[in-house]
C-alpha cells in the first residue's frame, strides 16, 4: 500500500443557500479544490462522491455523472462513482477514493461530496433523513434522529451522571468556533441559558442540542505521496483510513452509551497510523447532536466512559483547551448537508494542519482525527491525518 496525500480542497458556504442548486454547489467546490491543488482535469484519474439522498431532497440521482459534467471532466470518460452511508457519505467515499490511490490503481483522484436539503419542508427532511434508520421498526413507529439520540442521551445521563448544562456546553463551544469560521452556517454565540430554555425536541434535547438542516458541498484532491511533492510542498498525509460497521436499528447494538463501529473503527486507525489518542492535536467530531460529541470524546478514546460529559465542563475540548474539538464549529454550528459532512470534518484539518485555519488555528497541529457517523451509528468512519 502507497502513503495517500491530501493536496487541495474546495468547501462551500454552508447554509440555507436558495439561490444555488445542488449542482452548483458541487462545481463550486468541485472547481475549488482542483485550483487549490494546482492540478489540470486531464491530471485527475477517477472521481468519487457522498451524497444521501439526492434523490428526495431535490430529484437527482446518478451524482456521479452529474459532478463529472458540472466540474468539466464528463469529455475525460473517468470513473465516477456516488457513495452512499447516511451522514457517513462523504467519508465513506474519501475512503473508497484512498483505497484506489493506495493500492496504485490511480495517482490522483478527487473525492466530493455534496447534499442540498432546504428545497423540502422541515417535516419531509425529518421523513428523509430517517431513512438513514431501520425504517421498518424504528422510524414507522416515529422514532426519528432526535428520538434516538434522546434515547442515548438519557441513557448516558441516567448511567453516568451526565447534565443537561454539559450538553449546552458542546453547543456553546462549537458556536464560539462557528463565530470564527467563514463558511459555517451561524456564526452567532449562544449560551448555556440559550441552549435550556430553546424549544424541547425531544426529551432531554432542546433545538439547540442539534445540528441544523443545511445546504453545502465539499470536495478533495488526494494523490500517491510521490506525486503529491510534485504539487505541493504541504502534502497533508492520510495515515489511516479505517470504516466499520453495525445494526441499522439501535435496539439491535451491544451498547447505548456510545457507538461500537466508532469504537472499533478508531481502534484500528490508531493501529494502522502507528499512533494512539494522546498523540491527536485537534479533533472533528460528528455532533448531530450535543450528546454525540461527549459520546465520541469518549469512544476515540480521549476521555474515559462516562466522563465525556465533565471533560466538556471542564473545558478540555475547546480551542485553546488540551484537546480542540469541533474547531470549524462542527455540525451544530458549521452546518450538517449530510453527504458533505465527512468532506467538511476533512478539509478543516487539512486547513488545520497547513497552519491556514485563520483566527481558530490551533498551535503547532501536526496529527488531526476526524470522525464521522451514518444513522444512529450504523456506519462509522474514522479519519488520521498527518501534516508532512
Not at 107 to 115: H, S
Not at 134 to 150: D, I, M, Q
Not at 204 to 229: E, N, R
Not at 286 to 305: P, Q, R, S, Y
Amino acid at each position: 500500500m502507497r502513503d495517500v496525500a491530501l493536496i487541495g480542497g474546495g468547501l462551500t458556504q454552508f447554509g440555507e443557500l436558495w439561490e444555488k442548486s445542488l449542482a452548483d454547489l458541487v462545481a463550486e467546490a468541485g472547481i475549488g479544490a482542483i485550483m487549490d491543488a494546482g492540478i489540470e482535469g486531464e491530471d485527475i484519474e477517477a472521481l468519487y462522491i457522498g451524497g444521501m439522498s439526492a434523490g428526495r431532497f431535490v430529484g437527482q440521482e446518478h451524482l456521479g455523472s452529474l459532478a463529472a459534467e458540472v466540474s468539466g471532466l464528463s469529455e475525460l470518460h473517468i470513473p465516477a462513482t456516488r457513495v452512499e452511508a447516511a451522514c457517513a457519505s462523504g467519508s465513506l467515499a474519501l475512503h473508497n477514493g484512498y483505497l484506489a490511490v493506495a493500492s496504485g490503481m490511480y495517482d490522483i483522484v478527487v473525492v466530493g461530496g455534496a447534499e442540498k436539503m432546504t428545497d423540502v419542508a422541515g417535516t419531509e427532511a425529518t421523513n428523509i433523513l430517517a431513512s438513514a434508520a431501520n425504517r421498518e421498526w424504528e422510524a414507522f413507529f416515529g422514532a426519528t434522529f432526535p428520538g434516538l439520540y434522546a434515547l442515548m442521551a438519557r441513557y448516558h445521563m441516567h448511567k453516568y451522571g451526565t447534565t443537561s448544562e454539559q450538553l449546552a456546553q458542546v453547543a456553546v463551544k462549537n458556536h464560539h468556533n462557528g463565530m470564527l469560521n467563514p463558511k459555517a452556517q451561524y456564526r452567532r454565540e449562544v449560551t448555556v441559558e440559550d441552549v435550556l430554555t430553546s424549544t424541547m425536541v425531544a426529551d432531554p434535547l432542546h433545538l439547540l442540542d442539534c445540528s441544523p438542516i443545511t445546504d453545502g458541498a465539499g470536495a478533495v484532491v488526494i494523490s500517491s505521496m510521490d506525486k503529491a511533492k510534485e504539487y505541493t510542498d504541504q502534502p497533508v498525509r492520510i495515515a489511516a483510513s479505517e470504516t466499520a460497521a453495525d445494526s441499522l436499528s439501535l435496539s439491535e447494538r451491544s451498547r447505548f452509551d456510545g457507538i461500537p463501529a466508532a469504537m472499533t473503527a478508531s481502534r484500528r486507525a490508531y493501529q494502522r497510523a502507528g499512533v494512539s489518542a494522546v498523540d491527536i492535536d485537534v479533533v472533528e467530531v460528528h455532533d448531530c447532536f450535543t450528546i454525540a460529541e461527549i459520546m465520541a470524546i469518549e469512544d476515540l478514546g480521549f476521555v474515559e466512559k462516562g466522563e465525556g460529559g465533565r471533560a466538556v465542563e471542564d473545558g478540555l475540548t475547546t480551542l485553546d483547551g488540551e484537546l480542540p474539538v469541533n474547531t470549524s464549529g462542527g455540525l451544530k454550528s458549521k452546518g450538517h448537508p449530510v453527504g458533505a459532512t465527512g468532506i467538511a470534518q476533512i478539509h478543516e484539518l487539512m486547513l488545520q494542519l497547513r497552519g491556514q485555519a485563520d483566527k481558530r488555528q490551533v498551535a503547532d497541529a501536526s496529527l488531526g482525527l476526524t470522525h464521522n457517523v451514518g444513522g444512529s451509528g450504523g456506519t462509522a468512519v474514522i479519519h488520521i491525518l498527518e501534516a508532512i
